[in-house]
DNA sequence: CGCTTTGTTGGTTCA
DNA sequence: CTGAACCAACAAAGC
């Protein structure tokens, strides 16, 4: 049989050459060709939430997938086709003559669903499937079976699992030749005519004109009127096989109906940036051993990261995980010092938490993405929750909650709260698709259980959106963690709005950098610009409530309510798959129980506490921006431009010296300023 | 991989 | 030299 094997090899979570053991299981086959496939599945196209900056880093992998390939055997190249797969991949492998469909499986939800469709086509033609376990360190489907089908829900418990299914097998190196992707009768001498054979082998097929296959057929979800980033019209799919000049070639951004001018392009895909920064990183042995997520700092950048910044390609599996596994394991035995970090908090750790959320989400399924349904995930009586109608199908676009939590929510996703931590994070996020993960901690816990008791769901959308790394299970997973709906349980544990960012950097570089009409505040006041003098914010050319928001809320009083109210959600003990959240029945319980309220505008002058500064107590007829721009339209429109005034790297640089030559005069202003205010304390 | 309050310890400054 | 005053660093406990 193997003499005959005509494999078509279908590329999706594993855009890379080393280390796959599902493209080794097609090399084994020792096939006559072997056709390497990506479908543009317009499910991912317009059913997922993708923002510019995770289509870019995909688009930039597969190109560099493909002249991996093409370095490796000049006559082939990545084969791109536009359509849905359970449509298309049947008509390829009828006109190929292929007799072995190979893939890395995709355990998540979406995934499996998709796959059984294509199983069951590929039986009906009998072509033989051969799907290979190589996204995670352990087969989550075989982690689960072990388990019961019980979600995992701690470490503990995984690590228990995997203890008896042997070491995480070693990375096996990329190959030498790849089989060539040819028509049985084939002509070509080159790959242009290869792809000129392949291309004509297709006439006649329809090209794509749904929205795909999934949910309300006329739904995009990625439409600026569903608050996505696409704002033009998609035309990726006028064609099967690409533009006759390009045949098979990858898609631009531009023909996903996406505008690259509005982000920044930090951080790049592929596999060969994959592996280069994965060496650069293990030579520090130092850095792998003794690796500790709690003391990486929040507060840098992804240009100077304190993490390694790898989740993007392990995402997209530019990055084999069982290679980042072994180099860090090669890299530790090389240190010499003095005792070395363990799971969790060490590099290892971190990719079974990847693991353990896989397992957890192949075990729940489609139901790990939102509460309702969700049997792991607690009940809590969030505003702005998913809404359903009777039939229990989501309702989009959502219906508005609370006209406050709806202001506090697009204030967030803009960077607008008046909490330049919080704001610093989420413009990063935004712009580039990365925050660190402790980071992503204070972000998410504001936005749920404490200050804005809005959904997590609301929260993930934001970051399916914006983030590269977005990852059907770690970023559901780690949202039920964050507001304490699963995996965590310690509500009473919570970041400040200002004191968790100063631990880690008392000069508020990340601040300075995201929400530059902060720049020229004094690191005494960076974390908290409306505590500012006003002569001191007059000085720093930035007057709090006109070029930057007021703070939306007041930390210490919703803290303290929502601790309340968590108390009171844990004492019912509902989840999401219970009958009363199915019914509808558990938010008006909860809420009788903790004396619901809607939540209420910032109202600064009658803040609680004695630190209301004399400029606030008379706001000289300023306007209050609580709104902070939540409406997007003028006022955001408006800061978002100035922030992009101040991009270049060049700019960033000149803000950094700056601050470093004066901030020795202006600690001294700020320790004037408090003296005087101890003064007037002393004299009331 | 919390924050805040409270209390202790050990050190410095200065009348 | 003494002792009050202050302060930084840390630990414990409660939310």
Redesign the pocket.
Known sequence: MSKSARVLYWFRTDLRLHDSPALQAALDLKPAALFPVWCWDPNYVYKHRVGINRFRFLLESMTDLSSNITSTQSKSQLLVVRGEPTELLPELWKRWNITHLVIEKDPSAYGRRRDRLILEAAKKSKVEVVAVQGHHLFDPEEVTKRNKGKPTMAMSTLQKIVADMGAVPKPIDAPKDLPLPKLKDSKAKNLKDTLKELAKSLDGLPHYTGKGREGPASVDLNSTELGGQRDKKVTCYDTVTGEASDLFSVPTLESLGMDRSKIRETIKGGETLALERLAKICKDAEYIATF????TSPGQSAEDPSTTLMSPYLKFGCLSVRKFWWDAEEAKKKYKGGSATGP??NLN??LL?RDMYACAEHAIGDAFQVIRGNSACRYIDWYCPTAYDKDGQVILPRPPGDAVSEARLSAYKLGQTGFPWIDALMRQLRLEGWMH??GR?SVAAFLTRGQCWISWERGAEIFDEYLIDWDPCSNPGNWMWLSCSAF?T?Y?????L???GQ?YDKTGALIRKYCPELKNFPDKYIYDPFNAPKDVQQKAGCIIGKDYPFPMLDE?ETK?EN??RMKICYQANLHGADKEVMNGTAEAMLRKKHGFKEPKEFDWANRPGAKIPDWAKAPEGEEHTTEGAPSGGKKGGANVKKEEEHDSDDDVLGQEDEHKEERGTKRKGATAAKSETGKNKKKK
């Open positions: 500790a997520k709690p003391k969790p908090e750790g971190q938490f993960h402790l901690h965590f310690q009473f544990r919570l970041y400040g200002i004191t968790f631990k210490k303290s601790m309340q």
